[in-house]
């Protein structure tokens, strides 16, 4: 009877495990580190799920044989078929190298990733580290990012400024999907234009680029990667609200019609219309905002043909000013601005070989339109600009060492602008040509040469080389260094239009010179292993010189800004930073940072042909940045922390007899909290900004008198409004 006992019961267990029977493994990337979020799907049914924060899954055998599919973005895709399902799987991804994505992917399991087999120095911000703070958009993303500060422009317009190696955003090229965007008039609120719902990912490269992206990265590259049709979720919305009665929704849906053709819906609307005047000046403390943002992107797939087209249109409105609420103004000081942008882009690739020598041919082309209609008080500037990129690429591995790329490529801007009913339009067409050859000796070794040469309807022709360099002596050490140069045409009132928010009497010299500057950067990456874990020390220099720069001078006329070519004089930035990161114990993260920075200008006074030789104003001399994040077992809480320290720095010359500011700012500090609870498809968090609430006091010079000669809206060097406490909630429907 016993007997009888034991073998039913052991029937009944096979059959129970048999009807269940799954497998089980693990995903991890080329440096055997665990990749979150990989795709785990059979091939014909679809059925799957994702890997955790182990890069550990587990799935279900299908009743009928299929190739069991892993796929990340960024890395090859692997079909495998599964011979033995009572065996753990543990599978290594390698990264993918199509030419339809030319930055390199290296994930590891923090949120943002130092890439060691990108040739230039690269940063990857994952949707991890994006969800670490509240992150409404691009401009928002970089809280937990040493590298790049994003500061208000002026107290009025809530226009952003990115800050690179101690140089203006204006010399950061800004891409999106590898193709050139928010250049021109978009480049002063571009930061709000991409939802940070939307991103997959953001790519941070210092110093020069590739010449295959065009001739402008001067001081770095920044590159945001949208959610890919083919991986991202079924549906998502994120919905967020503020103390300040800021409301945003956010939400996107993934179609996959058949094996060939994907499709991705984006939408955002963002409400925050509520005036706000917490310091008592008389002017709101930011802009009434309302935005709608939709974005359409479609990939097909077919063979060796891959094709992904995209259009994008955004709506905004934005109001500031005197606060009238309270007031009886009978002719309040008002700004207005109205905008309406439209996108398309198109990638075109064709893989003529895919052994393991590829050889492929590609077309990178898009389009934008770009209207902003605005009145400052009494003063109108509305400006249209026209964009028109294109791109054709060609790539081929000679073999495992000799590598080369080269195209042709085509910019053309033109803008037609109206200051104080007063027209003007004008337009710049560059051609251009590059070649890039690329020798890469075991991954131990490489080098990366590339020249390229444009000619502009404006200046003539002009040449960019440029050259990298990459050694790993051990796994532990990696070393880079790079050297290259680059362009830019100023558009002064284009990119600065909200220098209209002032009374300073604008002053623009006649036919500006093209921008051109070296700049030259070391850096080495230290990999340690320590209790089975590994600290990570980055440490970074890099220096910018320009040959000629367009000078905007605040200094030689309290009164007046000056916009004036260089020529023989001095400009120079210089920019060090250390980085160290470590995960102290399981599920908690650890990064402490600090950069000092030196940025420095002749400034000549037109008046008395004086020139001096100062720091730029409004620039922080030193941050330092320290992250802070801890995720519990199983993903039920994650608590994150981040606290900024930013140095002082120098202010624009007060006026020597009537001083309204001080001659310099005061170092300060910001710090952001915020918690999530995870649920299995939704989370929600709290959080909040600038825990502190710290302000800067009375950022207008003479608020009281905004029709005065002394009003001057454009001195800020800090936060410009308070504490932000903020709750939002992330729901998705997976697709696997």
Known sequence: MRKIIITLITFFITVSVFGTEKIRGYVFDEQQQPIIGAHIYWEKSKKGTVTNTEGFFEIEIPQKHEHLIIAYTGYETQSLHIDDASEELRVSL?????????????????????????????????????????????????????????????ATTGAKQVKLLGLAGTYVQMLTENYPNFRGVS?????????????????????????????????????????????????????????????????????????????????????DTKSHDVNNDGFLDYPKLKQFNILNRWNYEVGKYLAQYGFKYINENRESGQDTRYNNIADPYRILLKTNRGEIYTKQAYVLSADELTESIALIGSASIHNQKSIYDRTNYDVTQKNLYLSLLYEKDFSKMHNLSTGISLNYDEFNETLANAPTKRHEAVPGVFAQYT??????????????????????FFATPRFHLKYNPTEWLHLRGSIGKGFRTANVLVENNFLLASSRKINIAENLKQEEAWNTGVNATIYVPIYDKQLTIIGEYYHTRFINQVVVDMDSDPHGISFYNLDAGKS???????????????????????????????????????????????????????????????????????????????????????????????????????????????????????????????????????????????????????????VGLRYNIPRY
């Open 439 to 460: 020798f890469n000796l075991d991954d131990k070794f490489i080098a990366l040469i590339g020249l390229r040469t444009d000619y502009s309807s404006l200046y003539g």
């Open 572 to 726: 120079y930035s210089n920019s060090a930073q250390i980085e160290v990161s470590y995960p102290f114990f399981e599920g908690f993260t650890f990064t402490a940072a600090y950069r000092y920075t030196r940025s420095m200008s002749d400034y000549k006074n037109p008046k008395t042909g004086e020139v001096r030789f100062l720091s730029k104003p409004m620039m922080n001399d030193y941050k330092g940045l320290i992250t802070a994040s801890y995720q519990t077992p199983l993903r039920k809480w994650q608590f994150d922390l981040t606290g900024q320290f930013n140095g002082g720095g120098r202010m624009p010359t007060p006026d020597d007899v009537n001083p309204l500011w001080q001659k310099r700012f005061e170092p300060f500090r910001v710090v952001n909290v915020q918690v999530t609870k995870f649920f299995r498809n939704f989370s929600i968090y709290l959080g909040a900004e600038n825990l502190f609430d710290f302000r800067q006091q009375n950022p207008i010079i003479d608020v009281e008198n905004p029709r005065s000669e002394n009003f001057d809206a454009t001195m800020v060097w800090g936060p410009v409004h308070g504490r932000k406490i903020y």
């Open 94 to 154: 390698k990264e993918d190298r199509k030419v339809l994505d030319e930055v390199v992917i290296s994930k590891r399991a923090t949120g943002t990733v130092t890439q060691r087999t990108a040739f230039v120095q690269t940063q990857k911000i994952t949707y991890a580290e994006i969800c670490r703070a509240a992150c409404c958009n691009l401009g928002e993303s970089f809280e937990t990012n040493p590298s790049v500060d994003v500061a208000y422009s002026d």
């Open 187 to 271: 480049s002063s609120f571009g930061m709000d234009y991409v939802p940070g719902a939307w991103m997959d990912a953001v790519y941070i490269s210092k110093g020069t680029s590739s010449v295959k992206n065009g001739y402008e990265a001067l001081a770095g590259q920044i590159n945001v990667e949208y959610r890919k049709p083919e991986t991202m979720d079924k549906f998502s919305i994120n919905l967020f609200a503020s103390d300040a009665m800021r409301m945003e929704v956010n939400s996107d849906a993934g179609f996959h019609l058949n094996d060939k053709l994907k499709s991705g819906l984006f939408l955002h609307y963002s409400n």
